[in-house]
């Protein structure tokens, strides 16, 4: 017989037709589920105040849509909330759980996007493409964790293979979507699992998540990066760049008494993309141990831009890191990446500790000499990776 698999609280329960259940095994914190032909409706209240108002498995027929083996509907209590985790072994099922923007109600968190409407409710989101991070759209941050001005917040686990749909198939909603699709490949089964957090507001709600899932910064930027400027050779010179006209752009600089700051050093330093050396020659930078001391006699703080590929001709390094495994293969195993200064690539995977410890261990060089003082780091999200 079809039917749903629900664990509630380690109760398993078996829904043939349309029913609704109430927990209120939480002080002050209640939780309502009515099962309806195009999914359940989830109400979760908090002192008697509807909190919070969602579709899990949103247009399926949850009283009999699932076998037993397909579909697991787990909620279980967490401290001061719930989770929710959907998991089935039927690699071709799409999981969806939708969160309703309640009138009134703000939220924040999730993604950066190169259109960013605030609070984050007003945004739309397309889920055909993964929640991961891409240079399109400059789609930069993408935290899996969601604040509401009610004092709810919804933290994502990271083995769920998300997207996300907000105001898009869905106006008014943001969807939580897991299956098994590029880029998450290699599942065993399809997992879609969030904690609901309850306090008494966003700050009281926002302090949890602190404390128990995102943690606190381990260390914190010079401040003169904040309180003065960052002066960089791209926005003037692009990469024409050599000793003294670096030179000349930090005394023009100095010349109308500006705060030296931190000059940066972009794009066209390296002898080849990826040497993370510079280039000496006699019209490039043959002589930047003198040019950053210069610079720092000026006052300046010397940054180098720097990137994550290795294109392919920039040997021995890249004869080195296809030896070593230490770039991103694709599903084929093939490194070849591209970007914007390269075509026949390859981006440094940085899940390997071996392989960041060794593009790391260059990045130190430099600050030994020439004596380098901080770092620019551009690029390197998923879809420069091999395709």
């Not at 500790?353 to 060794?358: L, N, R, S, V």
Request: net charge neutral; glycine share 6%; proline share 5%.
């Amino acid at each position: 017989m079809s039917r749903l698999t629900l664990v509630l609280f380690g109760l398993l329960t078996l829904w043939h037709r349309s029913a609704a259940v109430e927990i209120t095994s939480l002080p002050d914190r209640a939780l309502i589920l009515q099962f309806e032909k195009t999914g359940a409706l989830l109400s979760i209240s908090h002192k008697g105040k509807t909190v919070l108002e969602s579709k899990i498995g949103y247009n399926r027929d949850v009283r009999n849509d699932f076998y037993e083996e397909e579909g697991i509907l787990n909620i279980t209590q967490v401290p001061h909330g719930f989770k929710v985790k959907w998991e089935t072994v039927k690699l071709d099922t799409e999981l969806k759980d939708c969160i309703t923007f309640q009138d009134g109600v703000h939220w924040f968190g999730g993604p950066q996007r190169k259109e960013q409407h605030w609070p984050l409710e007003k945004m739309k989101i397309d889920g055909s493409e993964a929640y991961v991070l891409k240079q399109l759209d400059n789609f930069s941050v993408a935290e899996y964790y969601w604040l509401s001005s009610l004092g709810v917040y919804i933290h994502v686990n990271e083995r769920t293979p998300l997207f996300v749909d907000q105001n898009n198939k869905e106006p008014n909603k943001l969807c939580f979507i897991a299956k098994a699709q590029s880029p998450y490949i290699n599942r065993k089964r399809v997992i879609l699992e969030y904690d609901i957090i309850i306090e008494d507001n966003a700050r009281k709600a926002h302090m949890h998540a602190v404390e128990n899932v995102l943690g606190k910064p381990k260390g914190h930027p010079n401040p003169m990066m904040v309180k003065e400027p960052i002066w960089t050779t791209w926005a003037k010179y692009k990469a024409k760049i050599t000793d003294p006209v670096v030179l000349d752009f930090a005394k023009a600089i100095r010349k109308q008494n500006y705060t030296a700051g931190q000059l940066e050093i972009d794009d066209a330093w390296e002898k080849c993309y990826g040497a993370q050396e510079f280039d000496t020659s006699k019209d490039k930078f043959a002589n930047i141990d003198s040019t950053v001391k210069e610079l720092k006699k000026m006052d300046f703080r010397v940054t180098l831009w720097v990137h994550p590929f290795v294109d392919n001709d920039c040997k021995p390094t890249s004869e080195e890191g296809l030896k070593k495994g230490f770039f991103v293969k694709n599903p084929e195993g093939s490194t070849r990446a591209t970007w914007w200064n390269g075509k026949d690539s390859h981006q440094i995977d940085f899940t390997k500790p071996e392989a960041a410890e060794w593009y790391a261990a260059r990045l130190r060089k430099l600050q030994k000499s020439p004596g380098i003082d901080a770092f620019k780091f551009d690029a390197g999200e998923t879809d420069y990776a091999p395709q």
